[in-house]
C-alpha cells in the first residue's frame, strides 16, 4: 500500500485534496466511527445519529466509485469494537496494513490533528497534511492578513474577502452603495407572529439511516436529546435539494426576520445549512453563488442576500481564521475568571424561564436553534450565570449538529462569552429580559417580569444582567460600546441598596439553580 488516505467524520467531500493523485491500485481510504467522539462530551443522539449516517452513506458512494477502503463501523456491543478511540484503532491497522505514508486533509479541531501527528510519530510514518480547498481563505492566507494588525474586526476581513472574490461587488464598489445591510435585518414579528412559513424540504431516513438510529438507541440511550425528528440531509445529492429549496423559498425573507424568535418555531427563515456544510456536504461557494444569483435574477432582495453572504464569506471564514491562529492557547481563556458549571436545564430544558424552555425544546429535537437563541438567550444566559467558557463550549459541542471544534470553540468561548477578552468580538453580547421581550413573544407567556430585577418574579436575565454589569464593572468600564449600562451601574452604586438587592437575588438564583447535576 502506497497512501492510507485518512477521511474524518466531517470532510465528506468527493473533491476534496485527500483524493488528488488516487491510485485505485496502491491506496486505500480509511474511516472509522469511535465511541470516544460521540462521548469525550456527552453528545446529543441525534448529532451522533447525523454523524455516521453521513459517514456511511459515504463509505457507500466510495465503494461505489470503486476506491478500496478500510471502514470501521460501531456496532451495538461494544465488545465488538476494535478500540474505543481514533488512536488505538488508527495504530493497529497502521500495523496491519503497512501503508508507506498516511495522507489527511487538514483537521477541523486541534485536537485531532495533534493525535494524528502522535500516532505517525509513534509508528515511525510520514503523515502529510492537505490544505483544504474547501476554505475560501487558507489558515496561511488569514495569519498573512493578521500580521501587524493590532486588532482583528470582522467587517474589514469581509470587506476584503468581498472585494478579493468579487462578490456583490459593482467594480470596487459594494452592490447598494453600501457593504452592510445588518440594520435592515432587525426586525421583530408583531403580535400575529410570523403568519405561513415556507414549506422546508425534509428526508425521511433509509436503510441505512434507520440501522444507524436503532444502534445509537440501543448504545448510547442515556446520552441527551431525541431522535424522533431525523429528517436530516445525510448525501451529497439531498445537500444540494436541501440548498435549492432555501434559495428558492426561504432566502427573499430572511434578512428581514433572521434575529426574530417565535414561540415553538425553531427554524422560521433560517437555512439550516451550516450542518451539511460542516460535514463538506456542500461547499461554501456554491451557496453564496446560488445567493447572488437569487440577488442577480430578483428572486431575493439584497438585504436578504448580503446578510446570507456574510455569515458564510464573512463570518465563516474569520472564526476559522481566528481560531487556527490563536490555538491551542485559545481554548485556555477565561477573561471574566468565570468557574461555574451549566445548571442542569441546559441538558434537559426543564426551567421556568419561558424563553430558556423554548430554545432548548429546539436543541433536544433537532440539534439545533437559530443564532439568536444561542447568542442572546443561552449564550446570554450562561454568561451571565458565570459558566466556565469552556464549559460552554463542550456543551454545544455536544449537542448541536453543526458543532466543529474550529467554528464552535470562536463562537462560544469568544462570540458568545467573551472568555478571550475581545478577540473576536468587540463587547460582551449580554442582555437584560428586555431584549428577548423585543425580539419574540416569549415574555408573554413566561412566570417571569422582564422589567423587574428583584423579587420572586423578577426576570432572571434582567437580575443576572445587572449583576454581572456590577460583578464586572472595572473590566467593563473602559469599552465603549459598554459606556450606556456602565453609566447605569454607576448611578445604581449610589442608590443605598438597590444593588446588594440584585446581589442576594442573583445569589438565591445560583443557590437554587446551581445544584451539583
Known amino acids: 500500500m502506497r497512501n492510507l488516505i485518512l477521511v474524518l467524520g466531517d470532510q465528506l467531500d468527493h473533491s476534496s485534496a485527500a483524493f488528488d493523485g488516487f491510485d485505485t491500485q496502491n491506496d486505500v481510504v480509511w474511516m472509522a466511527e469511535v465511541e470516544d467522539e460521540s462521548t469525550h462530551v456527552w453528545c446529543h443522539k441525534l448529532r451522533i445519529a447525523f454523524f455516521l449516517s453521513a459517514m456511511r452513506h459515504f463509505r457507500n458512494e ?71 480547498r474547501h476554505f475560501y481563505c487558507s489558515v496561511e492566507e488569514f495569519a498573512e492578513y493578521a500580521e501587524g494588525r493590532k486588532s482583528l474586526l470582522l467587517e474589514f476581513f469581509y470587506r476584503d474577502m468581498r472585494k478579493k472574490h468579487n462578490v456583490l461587488m459593482d467594480n470596487r464598489q459594494p452592490e447598494g452603495g453600501q457593504w ?42 442515556g446520552h441527551p436529546g431525541s431522535l424522533d425528528h431525523f429528517v436530516l440531509p445525510v448525501t451529497r445529492q439531498q445537500a444540494t435539494i436541501f440548498l435549492k429549496n432555501f434559495i428558492d423559498n426561504i432566502l427573499p425573507q430572511f434578512g428581514l426576520w433572521e434575529d426574530a424568535m417565535w414561540t415553538d418555531e425553531a427554524f422560521l427563515y433560517h437555512s439550516r445549512l451550516s450542518a451539511p456544510l460542516n460535514l463538506r456536504l456542500l461547499n461554501p461557494r456554491e451557496c453564496v453563488d446560488a445567493a447572488v444569483e437569487a440577488c442577480r435574477s430578483g428572486k431575493a432582495p439584497l438585504n436578504s442576500v448580503e446578510g446570507f453572504v456574510r455569515q458564510i464569506l464573512g463570518w465563516r471564514e474569520f472564526i476559522r481564521g481566528v481560531y487556527w491562529l490563536r490555538m491551542p492557547e485559545y481554548s485556555d481563556m477565561n477573561h471574566f475568571d468565570h468557574q461555574l458549571s451549566l445548571p442542569s436545564f441546559f441538558w434537559d430544558g426543564e426551567t421556568e424561564m419561558n424563553c430558556v424552555r423554548q430554545s432548548m425544546q429546539h436543541v433536544l429535537q433537532h440539534g439545533y436553534s437559530h443564532h439568536i437563541h444561542r447568542l442572546m438567550v443561552l449564550g446570554n444566559f450562561a454568561q451571565l450565570w458565570g459558566v466556565h467558557p469552556r464549559l460552554f463550549h463542550e456543551w454545544h459541542m455536544a449537542m448541536y449538529l453543526d458543532a466543529i471544534d474550529w467554528v464552535s470553540l470562536p463562537n462560544t468561548l469568544g462570540m458568545s462569552q467573551y472568555g478571550d477578552g475581545g478577540i473576536v468580538g468587540t463587547k460582551p453580547y449580554c442582555s437584560s429580559g428586555n431584549y428577548i421581550n423585543k425580539m419574540s413573544n416569549f415574555c408573554s407567556d413566561c412566570r417571569f417580569d422582564y422589567k423587574k430585577r428583584v423579587g420572586d418574579d423578577a426576570c432572571p436575565f434582567t437580575t443576572l444582567y445587572w449583576e454581572f454589569m456590577d460583578r464586572h464593572y472595572d473590566l467593563l468600564k473602559e469599552n465603549p460600546r459598554m459606556k450606556f449600562p456602565v453609566s447605569n451601574v454607576s448611578r445604581m452604586r449610589n442608590v443605598p441598596g438597590e444593588l446588594a438587592e440584585i446581589r442576594n437575588r442573583a445569589e438565591e438564583l445560583r443557590n437554587e439553580w446551581g445544584k451539583p447535576q
Not at 496491519?96 to 510514518?125: M, Y
Not at 400575529?192 to 448510547?220: K, N, Y
Open 62 to 132: 466510495l465503494i461505489e466509485s470503486d476506491r478500496p477502503i478500510e471502514y470501521h463501523e460501531l456496532s451495538t456491543d461494544p465488545a465488538n469494537d476494535r478500540g474505543k478511540s481514533f488512536v488505538e484503532i488508527l495504530r493497529l491497522d497502521i500495523k496491519r496494513l503497512k501503508p508507506e505514508r498516511l495522507l489527511v486533509v487538514e483537521p477541523g479541531d486541534w485536537r485531532v490533528r495533534q493525535q494524528l501527528q502522535t500516532v505517525a510519530d509513534a509508528c515511525s510514518i510520514p503523515l502529510e497534511i492537505r490544505v483544504d
Open 180 to 221: 452592510n445591510f445588518d440594520h435592515d435585518n432587525r426586525e421583530s414579528f408583531d403580535k400575529s407572529g410570523p403568519g405561513q412559513l415556507p414549506q422546508r424540504e425534509t428526508f425521511h431516513p433509509d436503510g441505512t439511516t434507520r440501522e444507524v438510529i436503532r444502534m445509537v438507541q440501543d448504545r448510547f440511550p
